[in-house]
Structures are given as C-alpha cells and as structure tokens.
C-alpha cells in the first residue's frame, strides 16, 4: 500500500517535470523573450533546439547602451564605438523578424559612422517600426569633432518611396537626438504617418523652422530640445496634448489647441523661461486649460516677473531652477498663488552658489489649500532650501508628504551629500504631525 | 439588470458570467456578435483555468468601471490607493501562478485562445521576469528544459553569439 502510494506520489513529480514552457506556440515564447534585454533574448538560443532560433523573431531591438557611456574615457572610446556596431550589425545579421515594435539605437556615435546609421535607419523602416529612437548624443565632448550624423538625403529618398511609405505607416514614436534633421523631414514624417503620435528632436543643427498644421496629423506629443538654429515654430493642431520646448529664442505661432495641458518651457540666456528679458509667448493665452506646468527660471536675475496669469486648472508645477547666486527661493512661490488647485509641486534645483545672506520676504498670508505633495530635487541642505521647506509647513495646511532628494548640484562628493541628508533630517524637528517626510 | 452569459468549461462545468466581464475576451465577444452564443457557451478551457480567467477579468473589469465614475476632484489621492489596490492583487496573483507553473501555462495558453491580450502580456512579462538575469542552465533547471543539442552544437551556438554570454 506505501509502495503504490509512492508510486503515485512519483508519477505526479514526473508531470509537474515536464518541459511545458517549450510546448507554447512560437508567438507567446517570442512574446516572452521580446521582453527580455538582447543579450538574455540571444542566450535562449543555447537551451534546446526548440529554442534556437525563436529569439530572432523578437519585436523589440533596444540597442541602448547608453549606460556605458557614463564610464568611457578618451582612451577606450574608440574601442567601445566599434564593439557597439559590431554587436548592433550582428544582432540585425541574425534578426529575422519582419516586423519590430521598437527600434532603439543610443550610443555615441558621430558623422564618421555615416553609412552605418544609414544603413540601420533603413532596416528599421524596412522592419515596420512603431517605435523609433536615434539618440547619438556624445558621452565626451561636444560638439563630437567630426561633426554630427546627419539624417541623408538618400534615407529620405528611400521613404518617399512607395515602398518607403508603405512601410512607415505603422510609425508611433520618433525620437531623434543629436541627428541633423530638417523641417522638411519631420514634417514628412508628420504628414504621412496617420498613427504618429510622439515626437522628439533634440540637438538639431539643421532644424531652422516647423510647420505643425492641419488635420491629417494625430500628433499628441511634440518635445524639442535644444536645436540652436531653430528661428520659426507654427503650431495648430486640435490633438496635441503636450508641448516641450527648451532652446533660444524664437517665433513661434501657436493656435487651435484645445486640447493641450501639458508644457514645459525653457531655454538658455536668450531663451522662453521667466525672468528678465524673456517672454513665454503665445503659450500663455493657454494657461487656463493647463494641468501640468514646467518652466526654467534663473532666479539669480533680477526681478523675477511672472506673467499675470490664472490657471484655474493646474495641478502640478514644476520649476527647473538655475541661479549663479541666490538668497531666497520664497519668489518662487508668488505664481502659485494664481494656481487655486495645485496639488504638487516640483522644484529641480540647479544653483551654482547661495548667497550667505539669505532674505526673508514677509509672505505671511500665503495660504496654498490643495498642495498634498512637495518635491525638492538636488537638495544641498543650505538655509535657503531649508527655509522654502519651513514656509510651505506653515502655508500648505493639507500637505501630506515632502519629497527630498539629496543631491548637491555642483559638488556631488560623499561628504556633502551626507551633510545635505543630516540637515534634512534636521526637518523633522519642524515637521507638522500630518506631514510626512521622505529622504532619498 | 445586467445581461449574463453561461460558460461552459472543457469538464462540463457552468459559468454565469456578465456580459461586460465577458467582452474583455475578443474571441467569446466575437461569438456573442455572430449569435453563435445562444444557451451555453461552450469553452475549450478546463474549470479551473477558467475560474483563474474569470478571476483576472473580473479584476479588470472593476478597474475599468471605477475609473469611468471617477470625478477629477481629490482623484489623485484614490488613483494612488487603486493602484496600490491592483498592484497587491497582481502581485498575489503573480505569487500563486510562480507557485502553480500548470496553472501559469494552462493560464497562457488560455488568454492567447480567448484572445485577452492584457493577461497574455501580464503573464508573458511575468515569465519573462522568471527568466531575466539567468544562465541558460538556471533556465533549464527552472523550466525542465532538455539539452538536445551536443557539446559540438552548444559550443557553435554559444559562439555564434559570443557576446550575449560575456560577463
């Protein structure tokens, strides 16, 4: 009777043992390994027959190694560059699939790598991405000395293709980053590809104007990021709901979107953040409808003038704050007061230098009824950011958490990071008994 | 009053089910469209898959509806507890189906026939999570998978892709 009972018991082993995984149809195995990195996916070549080539038909290539970047130096550069298009080439060699979700390339790579980035532009379009990434942004020295990749004239060519537009109609998500691009590019792309929706440009030398305009578009998301020569923007488009835009100084035009309540705007000394000599433009007649809210400030100018404004709907603001000197950052908290519904606020903190004088404008009355959550990012510990903390324990009566995020801007050396977490420690002698406080 | 709907599982088992929770499924949805679905319908799903998928629908389902009836008014505080709400229920939902790999595959193989491309992702991320980070021979080992191929094979297909297996 035990025998037997083993017996069975043995049996039942022997089911939960089988190799069930490998009995699924290829597209739920090639879902699975589609979730996993390129080397992992690769590796699953090795673990039966079955399996040997089911990674190549993955639909994600994330070719971002943009984490190694942070520790090359001139010495080992070279090297790396030609390992990641030797690993980028082999990987393509071996993919088989025909069609991806996504296509990502990020690594430092420039104009010298030309026909190589061509040729994996083409791929991906040939591949039917949806989503797209070329970010080359250099790890070393910028301008990369021999100059930046730019998008060719035969990549171009390619899409205008009837074939070329058959296979970029699936596109969803184009993000350029240090790739010469012209207007006239990414308006091909706007126009003819009915399910874009996202799109961002960074660093852009050939960027001079944009047009966004009319009907066929469903672009949501629009985002450029510092394209120095950028003179002209025209904007209007019913579908768009976020708008980034960081860089010099231009004209833009911006109408017909009613649907827009994200933006962040900024720029370096001639460009769109607040303070003297710069104006927000257009984007103000469009604050009303606004629910998210990011604007760069240099706090060291004088007169910080915020527009006259209401924005009746915003719920988070977030100020990316850059200052050569400052002795208050309570200036700041003057636009919240035409925001009645403000829940959180961010502040990014990017000051070279406080003053050792710090002044106390009297803001007595202040009162900010809605704010749950405050978030200071880049906190030193100086007694300018403590004193923007204490003002909000007195101002926000239904604060529930603050965030702090330790990490001094200009000197990140152990000994003042762990300065700067002590004197936010130091916050909870002051702290409201409903308030919590959170360190990272 | 809510239309209902009887599924029937593969062991004769009958589910009364409403039809929104249903209709998450494209195939069942396509079904009740075509008036193929009068009386019983019959699924090729054993009981105690199907109880899992109903389980999951269900969760979704509430979720969903929820989320409609929402005001914007102090939404921010209870979007934060639903999500921590949905995040325990996978979670303990993940847990069980680590626990029960039959379940896992029966669950897999379920979602893809029932056309519920929200679990079958859900289930797809979680085994990829079981397998991220791992040697093929952990993978093996985990998974019961047999090595068919010969030393000779494994080291030509190991060096083909030599740098998917450097440290």
Same mark, same amino acid.
């Given at each position: 009777? +035990? ?52 990674? @190549? *038909?993955? &639909?994600?290539? /994330?070719? /971002?190694?943009?984490?190694l970047l942070?520790?090359v130096?001139?010495?080992t550069i070279v090297e790396e560059r030609a390992s990641y ?12 699939? $025909? ?7 990020? %690594?430092d ?8 980035? &061509?040729?994996?532009?083409? &791929? ?7 989503? *797209? ?58 126009? !003819? #590809? ?10 852009? /030398? ?49 109408? !017909?979107?009613?649907?827009? /309540? ?6 370096? &000394? ?20 606004? =629910? @998210? ?33 400052? !002795? ?10 035409? #925001? ?11 000051? *070279? ?18 704010? =749950? ?68 | ?5 009887? $599924? ?6 009958? *589910? ?84 029960? =790999? ?23 991320? $979680?085994?990829?999570? +079981?397998?991220?980070?791992? +040697? ?6 985990? %998974? ?5 191929? @010969? ?6 297909? @190991? ?9």
């Open positions: 009777m +035990m025998k037997k009972a083993r017996l069975e018991f043995d049996a039942k082993q022997d089911e939960i043992l089988e190799d069930w995984l490998s009995t699924l149809p290829d597209d739920i195995l090639v879902n699975i390994i589609s979730r996993l990195n390129l080397d992992e996916a690769a590796r699953t070549s090795v673990l039966s027959s079955r399996w040997k080539y089911l990674w @190549t *038909f993955i &639909t994600s290539l /994330d070719f /971002d190694d943009s984490e942070k520790s130096s001139e010495d298009i030797n690993w980028v080439n082999k990987v393509l060699e071996l993919h088989r699939g $025909l069609s991806v979700n996504e296509f990502i390339i990020s %690594f790579l420039d104009a010298s790598h030309g026909s190589t980035i &061509t040729n994996w532009i083409h &791929t991906a379009i040939s591949k039917r991405v949806q989503k *797209f990434e070329l970010n080359l942004l250099p790890a070393l020295c910028w301008p990369p000395p021999p100059g930046i990749y730019t998008f060719s004239q035969e990549c171009y060519d390619n899409l205008k293709s009837p074939h070329g537009l058959s296979c970029i109609k699936n596109l969803r998500s184009i993000y350029f980053d240090t790739v010469n691009v012209t207007g006239e590019i990414l308006e091909f792309f706007i126009y !003819n #590809c009915p399910y874009l929706d996202e799109l961002r440009v960074g660093r852009s /030398d050939n960027l001079l104007r944009l047009k966004v305009v009319g009907s066929l578009t469903q672009l949501k998301c629009l985002d450029i990021d510092c394209c120095s020569n950028l003179e002209e923007l025209e904007i209007s488009c019913s579908s768009l709901l976020s708008f980034k835009y960081y860089g010099p100084k231009i004209k833009y035009n911006i109408k !017909n979107v009613p649907r827009l /309540d994200d933006v962040a705007i900024g720029g370096g &000394t001639e460009g769109h953040g607040i303070g003297a000599e710069r104006v927000l433009g257009p984007i103000v007649s469009y604050f009303p409808q606004l =629910k @998210t809210l990011e604007l760069h400030v240099d706090v060291s100018e004088e007169n910080i003038q915020f527009p006259q404004c209401e924005l009746p709907q915003l719920r988070h603001l977030t100020f990316i704050v850059s200052a050569h000197h400052c !002795n208050s950052l309570l200036g700041l908290t003057r636009m919240m007061n035409s #925001c009645p519904i403000l829940q959180k606020l961010t502040l990014k903190l990017e000051v *070279f230098n406080y003053c050792k004088e710090i002044t106390r404008p009297p803001f007595p009355n202040d009162c900010h009824r809605h704010l =749950k959550l405050v978030e200071l990012i880049g906190f030193s510990g100086h007694r300018v950011e403590l004193q923007l903390a204490v003002y909000f324990f007195g101002t926000a009566n239904v604060l529930e958490e603050m965030h702090i995020e330790v990490e001094p801007w200009e000197y990140k050396l152990d000994a003042n990071i762990h300065a700067a977490r002590r004197r936010a420690e130091k916050l909870e002698q002051v702290l409201p008994p409903r308030v919590k406080l959170v360190i990272n | 009053m809510a239309i209902m709907y009887a $599924l029937k599982s593969s062991d004769n088992e009958i *589910f009364e089910v409403e039809q929104k929770v249903i209709e998450q499924s494209e195939t069942i949805k396509k079904m009740i469209e075509d008036g193929a679905a009068t009386g019983e319908i019959p699924l090729q799903v054993s009981s105690k898959t199907l109880a899992k998928v109903l389980e999951w629908c269900k969760q979704r389902q509430h979720k969903t509806v929820e989320n409609e009836n929402d005001d914007n008014k102090g939404k921010r505080k209870k979007e934060r507890d639903e999500d921590d709400d949905i995040k325990e229920w996978e979670n303990k939902f993940s847990d069980e189906l680590k626990a029960d =790999k039959d379940v896992l595959f029966d669950l897999l193989l379920a979602s893809n026939y029932l056309d519920l491309p929200a679990l079958l992702s859900f289930l797809c991320q $979680l085994v990829a999570d +079981m397998v991220a980070g791992k +040697m093929p021979e952990e993978i093996r080992r985990m %998974f019961n998978i047999e090595n068919d191929f @010969t030393p000779e094979e494994e080291k030509a297909i @190991t060096a083909e892709h030599g740098w998917a297996f450097q440290p």
